[in-house]
């Protein structure tokens, strides 16, 4: 998309699947890229700077094998490595059967 930087995390191993999040090219962000990723297989996190402050954004897939509950719970002990103060924003695809 023309005037956005694109941050990805592809499904490994299975067709489909991954997370992607755009942000205006005028924002300055950055993506953190971490050695160990288990814990949030499709998630993608980025710094934001925003004047004299960092907002750290993560973009979540959810699996509806996991609930809500464990999945906060499981992206918040992730994102704890690299930050004090995070936002985490949570998606979930669901096929609905025709």
């Known amino acids: ?3 956005y930087v694109m941050f990805r995390k592809d499904r490994l191993g299975r067709r489909g699947g991954g997370v992607i999040l755009y ?3 005028s924002i300055q962000a950055y993506e953190i890229k971490l050695e160990k990723e288990a814990e949030c297989e499709e998630a993608v996190w980025c710094n934001i700077v925003t004047g004299h402050s960092t907002l750290t954004v993560g973009l979540v897939y959810r699996s509806p094998n996991i609930s809500m509950e464990e999945c906060i ?3 918040s002990r992730y994102a704890s490595r690299f930050m004090v103060y995070i936002s985490i924003v949570l998606m979930c695809y669901t096929n609905p059967a025709h």
């Open 1 to 3: 998309m023309t005037g």
């Open 73 to 75: 719970s499981e992206c």
């Open 23 to 25: 942000i205006k090219e």
